[in-house]
Structure formats: C-alpha cells, structure tokens
C-alpha cells in the first residue's frame, strides 16, 4: 500500500475580524504581507512551524497599525493589558499570559510558559515570572500611543459603553492577530496576541490566551486561530470545535460549520483561519472584513486579502 505523500508547509496569518474601515486597510495588508513573508522564510527553510508562528506574531506586535504588542487599545484606566497563547501539535503543549502590561511581545512570555509547567498565567503574577525567566521588559508607558489616548476619549466621551460582554462594536479595532503553520516534518502549531477591547475592563480576558478557544494545535488533526468578540468565542471553544470538524471536513469546510455555529447558537462575531493535518489552508469570517494571508510550498505569491 502507497504511503500518503507528506503534507506541505504552509503559514496563514490574520490582523483581525472587524470593520476595518478603509483608510485602514492598506495598513493590515502591509502588516499582514510582512507577516507572512517573515514566517514562511521560516518554513521554506525547514524550520520548526512554531518558530514560524512567533516570527510572524512578532512582526504584528511591532506594527503599531494593529492590536497587539505595542499600539494596542487601552484599557477603562488608560493601559495596556495584553494577552497572547501558543500551542504545539506534536506535544499538545500550550502556553498563554493575560493582563500583562510590561512587554512588547507577549507571544515571547506565550511561548515561554508553554516550555514550564504551566498553561496559563495571568497579571502582575506572569509580568513577574517573565522578567525572571528571560523576557526584557518595557515600561508600560512604551506600549502607548497618541492615537490609542486619543480613541479612549473619543469612546468615553459617548457616555457608558455596553463594553465586552454585552455587545461587539463594528466600529471598535478587533485586529486581534494570530498564525497557524505546519513545517516540512508535518508539525502543526497556531497563536495569536491581542490587546483586547477598546475601553474594557481592567483585567478582563477574552479568548486569545486560552488554548481551546483562542487558538488550537493537534498534529492529528490541524490548526487554528480565532478573532472577534472574545466572550462568545469563549463560551463556544471555538478553536477546539474546528479543530474536531477537521477530522471529518476540510479546512474550509471546519472553518466555514464553526463560524456559522458561532453567529447562530451563541450570537457571536468574528473569524478563524484554519491548517489542515494535510497543509490544507481555510477561512472564514462573519464580520465585514478579516485581513489575512497565507503561503504554501504550492504557490509562488503569498495570497493577501479577507476583504482588505
């Protein structure tokens, strides 16, 4: 009997599920084509899909454009609080930080916890262990910039706010930003970072450090990454629910059920972009836009759009 071939390399990446009005656009593709071009040298190179991961998360945490990293929105006090997971397919190993406020690229501290014993680490608790553990801090004040100031403003000044929770704005940043990869040997691994919610609570967490919901790896059956409203994303498990359509659809398939399962059971808004065990590439978005790219052994040009 004929052995399967082996499945291809391939990297997608996403800036987020909103809106994203048009002056913004170019922007997430610029943010989005870096991305993909950073990780997938990774890859065509024989590196480890999950070094492919937090290169390409990196370079969207250094795009002040996007919701992550440096630039991200501001929380009610006026801060940063980020979030950021990571997940292995070999191993099912996860790692994810919530809330911390002293580092520009919490997929670093992401990736650090998962090689400890823990998953999850949350506030001033994984600032500190970072710090400890190799991860250069930064003032909090680094991670804010004049035009996230001015937007907390503009959003406080309409008064009190459904907020996260109760309502997902269309006219609110959701560039959440996240990758999924499988390298040559068939390892799969998918994350993603964000800042969250214009004006949220102080301490509240969504989905993107949570493994199951945020972001999902398993060699056995694929990966996948999700933005939008966090709190329905949440509740649904999102990534973990595509991630079992994977084992009997294909990734456009999986991604296509979930999303629609997301909108009708739970009412929720957003996206997921999804690698099959085979390095079959799919998507799908019920918001009006999803910047994203993606790039395989197959093709000879990243593929940039999701409506941008």
């Known amino acids: 009997m004929d052995k399967p071939p082996p499945p291809r ?9 909103w809106a994203i009005p048009d002056d913004e656009r170019e922007a997430h593709r610029a943010g989005c084509t870096a991305a993909i071009e950073a990780g997938w040298e990774v890859l065509k190179t024989g590196g480890r ?9 990196r370079i969207m945490e250094d795009d002040f454009s996007l919701n992550a990293g ?3 929105v501001l929380n009610l006090d006026g ?12 191993d099912l190993s996860a790692g994810g930080v919530a809330a911390v406020t002293r580092y520009k690229h919490p997929i670093d501290g992401a990736e650090r916890v998962r090689t400890s014993r823990h998953v ?4 001033s608790g994984a600032d500190r262990y970072l710090e400890t553990h190799g991860i250069h801090p930064c003032e909090p004040e680094d991670l804010i910039t004049e035009r996230e100031v001015e937007r907390l403003k503009e959003l406080l000044a309409k008064g009190p706010q459904k907020g996260p929770g109760t309502d997902f704005g269309m006219d609110l940043p959701g560039d ?16 993603a970072s964000t800042g969250g919610v214009a004006g949220k609570m102080p301490g509240r967490m969504g989905d993107t450090a949570i493994p199951g919901s945020g972001y999902f ?8 990454s999700c933005t939008g409203w966090g709190e329905p994303i949440l509740r649904m498990g999102l990534a973990r629910r595509v991630a079992d359509l994977l084992r009997d659809n294909n990734a456009t398939d999986a991604a296509w059920i979930a999303i629609q399962e997301l909108e009708s059971r739970f009412k929720g808004k957003g996206g997921v972009i999804v690698i099959g065990r085979d390095g079959s ?3 799908s978005y019920n918001t009006p836009a999803m910047a994203l790219a993606y790039m395989d052994e197959e093709m000879e040009m990243p593929f940039i759009g999701g409506g941008i």
């Open 176 to 191: 959440t930003v996240g990758a999924v990869a499988i390298d040559q040997t068939g390892n799969i691994a998918a994350g």
């Open 49 to 57: 899909a999950l070094d492919a991961i937090v290169t390409a998360i």
């Open 217 to 224: 790896a398993d060699n056995l059956a694929g990966g996948v």
């Open 281 to 283: 590439i799919g998507f």
């Open 9 to 17: 390399a391939a990297l997608i990446v996403h800036a987020g599920a």
């Open 120 to 123: 999850l680490l949350v506030g």
């Open 70 to 72: 440096r630039g991200s």
């Open 79 to 90: 801060r940063v609080e980020l979030d950021a997971g990571i997940m292995d397919g070999s």
